[in-house]
């Protein structure tokens, strides 16, 4: 041959790629044959190689499946030159990000469960390490939002561990109470304590047994949402 020509092939059909894929490697050297592995979902966004390489090979690894493509060219320059501009695309494109095991530890297992499934959706690579460390690697866009969910996850448990710490310290200082059906009073629970105590009432007030109850404060009066029913609160502080 005195030339090559680009040529760019859409094989739909596994029997029709393998079937080409056999003849092409009959029909050139395998010295000029090089493969790199990449990220399977990086296959649309790379940039097509050099006019001077006519076909080259292509191993994409994914958390699912692997896909294997032949590039063949004139030289191994060629190819180690596509290859190159190959690899900067890929790069250009992708990230990743490792997250240490004490940022793991921050969250539940539903946390856990909806960052693997972002990963998932999204198209990315995770793997752990010896240390316990998370790295997820895939597309730019991809990696941001994982790592904007895991902020997000860590925000909230921050925030749950702050207001447990928040109850527990007003629950130590300020007595809510609700006067039950037999006639005593009834301590409430350490969240209907705070939500008393900050006037946080939106929703109501849940007491020992499970029963929502609507408050208004002024009247120290609780009442039940659908039945009506009506009782008394107080309000006791412990002195130091």
């Not at 004139?74 to 190959?86: F, G, Q, R, V």
């Not at 990000?97 to 004490?102: G, H, I, Q, V």
């Not at 909230?156 to 300020?174: C, S």
């Amino acid at each position: 041959m005195n030339s090559l020509t680009d040529i760019r092939l859409v094989l739909i059909k596994i029997d029709v790629f393998l079937a080409f894929k056999e003849e092409a490697m009959q029909m050139y050297s395998p010295a000029v044959i090089n493969r790199v592995s990449f990220q399977e979902q990086q296959q649309q966004q790379q940039s097509a190689p050099s006019v001077s390489a006519y076909l080259s090979s292509l191993q994409i690894s994914s958390t699912s499946q692997q896909s294997v493509f032949t590039f063949l060219g004139l030289s191994i320059s060629d190819i180690d030159d596509a290859m190159e501009k190959l690899k900067h695309q890929y790069q250009t494109q992708c990230s990743s990000n490792t997250f240490s095991k004490e940022e793991l530890e921050l969250l539940n297992q539903d946390d856990m469960m909806e960052l693997k499934e972002l990963v998932e959706s999204e198209g990315l690579f995770m793997q752990t390490d010896q240390s316990g460390a998370l790295t997820v690697s895939g597309l730019k866009d991809g990696v941001t939002r994982v790592l904007q969910k895991m902020n997000q996850c860590q925000y909230m448990n921050l925030a749950r561990e702050v207001r447990v710490r928040e109850e527990e310290d007003v629950y130590n200082k300020v007595v809510w109470c609700i006067l039950a059906n037999h006639g005593n009073w009834e301590r409430l629970p350490k969240s209907a304590n705070h939500q008393l105590e900050k006037n946080e009432l939106t929703e109501g007030i849940t007491d020992a047994q499970g029963l929502i109850w609507e408050v208004d404060v002024q009247a120290m009066v609780a009442t039940r949402p659908l039945s009506r029913q009506t009782t008394k609160l107080k309000r006791l502080e412990n002195l130091p």
